[in-house]
């Protein structure tokens, strides 16, 4: 099983400022991976898959990066509606699917 | 417009048992896998089970595996998930969700929340 941790578990982001979110694979997952985020109450959302391209309708402050097994997602400019819990998730090699624990990107 | 209608949750006791409905519209349902997520209060996600788009393989999460079994019916557009010998630690909000290109999820659906306590 592919292991994926998240780091921070927390992060405190002034609006407007940037923030770096990181997701690191226990083996490689090549790019297949996706980012999700998801706010209290709603299923999560879509945000890049692919490492690096960003699902429809995704505004560009969102970027992904990286390959292997080293993963970032940063939000260039944080909004009000971006402070929500991201996840990772990797499908390069299942069963199982696997996310990882998730980054709560709260208010400063 | 891609809709996933989770239903069937509700309160039931160690060792009991529970069926669970997606109904699926706005996409050709017959044509894709689904598969079913969970997510504990307060926890992360957590993948369950996943049907190929003619339910001739299924493919489930060891903490599950032999308690769960994942069905659809492509006449009736619906995904299944039967919940048996249901225990505390399966407490969570099952979505269902589709992935049309890859093993990422486009579309979820709004959940279904499953409590086992007696």
């Known amino acids: 099983e592919i292991v994926m941790t998240q780091s921070p578990a927390t992060l405190s982001v002034s609006p407007g400022e940037r923030a770096t979110l990181s997701c690191r694979a226990s083996q490689s997952v090549s790019s297949n991976l996706a980012w999700y985020q998801q706010k209290p109450g709603q299923p999560p959302r879509l945000l890049i898959y692919g490492a690096s391209t960003r699902a429809t309708g995704i505004p560009a402050r969102f970027s992904g990066s990286g390959s292997g097994t080293e993963f970032t997602l940063t939000i260039s400019s944080l909004q009000s509606e971006d402070f929500a819990v991201y996840y990772c998730?990797?499908?390069?090699?299942?069963?199982?699917?696997?996310f990882g624990g998730g980054t709560k990107v709260d208010i400063k | 417009e891609v809709q996933l209608l989770d239903s069937g949750g509700g309160l039931v006791q160690p060792g009991g048992s529970l069926r669970l409905s997606c109904a699926a519209s706005g996409f050709i349902f017959s044509t894709y896998d689904m598969t079913w997520v969970r997510q504990a209060p307060g926890k992360g996600l957590e993948w369950v089970s996943t049907i190929t788009d003619t339910g001739g393989s299924t493919y489930y999460a060891d903490s599950v595996k032999g308690r769960f079994t994942i069905s659809r019916d492509n006449s009736k557009n619906t995904l299944y998930l039967q919940l048996n010998s249901l225990r505390a630690e399966d407490t969570a909000v099952y979505y269902c969700?589709?992935?049309?290109?890859?093993?990422?999820?486009?579309?979820w659906g709004q959940g279904t929340l499953v409590t086992v306590s007696s």
């Open positions: 969700a589709v992935a049309p290109w890859d093993y990422y999820f486009d579309y």
């Open positions: 998730q990797q499908y390069n090699i299942w069963p199982p699917l696997t």
